[in-house]
């Protein structure tokens, strides 16, 4: 049996495990969620047998029990080869994946104030895997690294000097492996080199961004210093007036109140009143629901108006991408959006906008379009497979 590469992706209650031979092929993936709770559980994919967990789960005691039902599944062989853990936030000091080792550690537990929710889980499903494994290498692979080529221009909010020299106030992105294969994939399926693409890459999901990428460098992004800045997300406000929060704290409500909303209440779901969830929110519009209705008219609008400052930051174009859950699989979502994009030139294929993939290579574009669009699903778990390999130097 081929050896393995593990992939970790820690949340603040749930852990993905995606296992990969060195070929970089995916031969089994797992999830755990609701660790720290009595109702924690956890499966492997394509499994009906659910792995049993102590109730109130800890994300040590979970990797253990998923790393022992793989064994007893005959899905690994052994110790990992390299074990590719996915980090949020890399601040400045990361701007590629890095070996974990001792100072990599502390330069992430330096970030955690940038990423209060993330980093510090991400260690957590780190340190785990360490207890489990101590002699196979770990390797961080982190949103924001692909980022790190925005200009000044770009990364600089307008505020006071200080605020970036004092306290690293600046605009790092996020979903940087994402976009980063995007403009991979998207190289291959237009017969180029990603160091001669340019696109535009915008990845729906529950979290959204979209960053312009010229010739395969990150150019420009729509997250800021944190995951809430720009489109609208799932939960997830994006843009607003700065504003608000003294406004809101004039109405007795606090900042730290104004932001637990911006970040879990708003977004698809505020506006609608109803869920977070595209799929959800297009059978309502169907229905005739008038706030599910507006809530996808707002998205769609934002991420119109993002396509267009997104084109500000390039010299040329080769593709706009979709990708993402939204992305991929709303052609409502990718019609509407394109629509308010026509005097920029793009128009859609109605047909291929429908049944992308099968027969286009994910092309949706016509033969009118100024620039091709695309749909391209993501896959980020293999880029960190591919990043633990490399940094480890398996093979
Ligand atoms: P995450 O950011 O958590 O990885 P995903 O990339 O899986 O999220 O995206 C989740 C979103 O994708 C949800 O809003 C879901 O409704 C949406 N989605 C998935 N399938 C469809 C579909 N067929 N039509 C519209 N939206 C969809």
Redesign the pocket.
Known sequence: MDETILVVNCGSSSIKLALFNTSHQKTASALAERLNNPDARARIDGDDTPVSLPSNSSHQQALQALVSAFEERGLMNGKPVSIGHRVVHGGEAFREAALIDAHAIAAMEDCAPLAPLHNPVNLIGIEATRTLFPDSPQIAVFDTAFHQTLPPRAYRYALPEQFYRDWAVRRYGFHGTSHYFMVEEAARRLNRTPATTSIISAHL???CSITAIEDGISKDTSMGLTPLEGLVM?TRSGDVDPGLFDYLASRGVSASETHRVLNQESG?LGLSGQT?????L?ELADHGHEPSTLAIDVFCYRLAKYVGAMMASLNKLDALVFT???GE??AR?RAQTIQHLKLLGFTLDAELNTHHGQVSEGHISDADSRFPVLVIPTNEELVIAREASRLANVN
């Open positions: 999901g529950n979290g799932g698809l977070n969830d595209m799929r959800s297009c993402g859950g939204i699989n709303s979502v």
